[in-house]
């Protein structure tokens, strides 16, 4: 039994599945810094079911939330991967996918035809008689495509056997529209869920932003645009220093009705790397058979039936004080003719959850739980 690789990447027909995916990495990861990229994994996976068969296809099907009609699959990814290209002006969300063929295989024309139309994945066909080099070349295209952010994700050992590699690594890099004045990060306290004070580089600003207490989660929200761009930063503060975890349980798929208020908002500055091997995590959601020697991955490669040796998934955030020019801020500073409330006061100093997103999908997601030293 000859093994395919995924090895899914973040520097998050993304639905239900991505959902799932995150609850699961949240509760194993309860007590480390998580960022994820679940739309990342969605996408790797979704590419290798164009090619699976028989039960391996129902498995995949029922897990990623996927259409019995792979044509009708193929389009949705096409339109999803299109409407993405050159969407940012300021911010850079890139998204690519590569695929890596051992030379001793020949990769099914349909399927090489389906995954450039669909997910505009270019195949190249490499040598393994030297895995060292093979596994070189894999890692460059990776620290080409995240700046640099995420430079190994195979080694040697990784490309002995190896038929097929899909990958698909995705990089965002946005400026706040309302930046950070550095001037005022100063050190903090930060509570951790077990009842520790952490030190914690704490970034300060006071400016209008959507933002509220929503009682359904027993929690305050914000959401933090980027300059000249269509996506957020949310950060889900849960109002019990211990709250995260029911937090999470909660917050998958709300999108919370926000109001544009004053805001006094105290945010840490972190920066998180995080790396999985996601293979019992999808087993676990009930996708078994493509991990066994009964995988039917018939459509991908001809002469051969692999099945998925892993499926490996890193990702790195950071988030600091960098924006645009906080001009805005100047003049809602000025003298104003009209009574306002109280500003919200949002003080991140414990455990929180945040999403990276636009108004139909979330790129990144994962929580912050403690300084990292």
Excluded: C
Excluded at 177 to 204: E, L
């Amino acid at each position: 039994m000859k093994f395919l690789g995924l090895f899914l990447l973040a520097t998050s027909v993304t639905g239900r599945f991505t959902d799932d995916l995150y609850q699961v990495l949240a509760k194993s990861n309860a007590n480390k810094n998580l960022i994820s990229s679940p739309f990342s994994v969605d996408i790797a996976l979704g590419m290798t079911y164009m090619g699976a068969g028989g039960k391996t296809a129902q498995e995949m099907r029922d897990v990623l939330k996927l259409p019995a009609d792979k044509k009708e699959v193929a389009r949705k990814y096409k339109q999803l991967l299109t409407n993405l290209e050159g969407r940012e002006k300021v911010a850079i969300l890139d998204l690519a996918n590569r695929i890596y063929v051992n030379d001793r295989f020949t990769i099914n024309p349909e399927f090489n035809k389906v995954v450039r139309d669909s997910f505009k994945a270019e195949a190249e066909a490499i040598s393994v008689s030297d895995p060292k080099k093979a596994a070189d070349i894999i890692n460059t295209w990776v620290s080409d495509q995240t700046r640099s952010r995420i430079k190994t994700v195979v080694f040697e050992h990784d490309t002995r056997d190896m038929i097929m590699v899909l990958l698909n690594a995705i990089y965002f890099k946005g400026q706040w529209k309302i930046a950070f004045n550095s001037t005022y990060t100063q050190q903090a306290d930060f509570r951790t869920a077990d009842s520790k004070i952490v030190p914690v580089q704490m970034m300060s600003l006071s400016a209008d932003f959507k933002a509220g207490y929503i009682s359904q989660l027993d929690a305050k929200v914000i959401e933090l645009p980027y300059r000249n761009s269509t996506l957020s930063m949310v950060i889900y503060l849960p109002e019990k220093v211990d709250g995260l975890p029911e937090l999470e349980r909660k917050i998958a798929g709300f999108s919370p009705e926000l109001k544009q208020q004053e805001v006094i908002l105290e945010l840490p500055k972190f920066k998180i790397e995080f790396s999985s091997e996601l293979q019992k995590t999808i087993e676990q959601m009930g996708m078994r058979e493509a991990f066994s020697q009964k995988a039917d991955f018939g459509g991908l490669v001809q002469s051969s039936t692999p099945s998925i040796s892993k499926v490996i998934h890193k990702a790195f955030i950071e988030v600091n004080e960098e924006g645009a020019e906080a001009a805005a801020v100047t003049v809602a500073k000025s003298v104003r003719l009209i009574i306002r409330p109280e500003p919200l006061t949002i003080i991140a100093d414990h455990p929180f959850a945040y999403v990276i997103r636009d108004n139909e999908t979330i790129y990144f997601q994962g929580h912050f739980v403690k300084p990292e030293k």
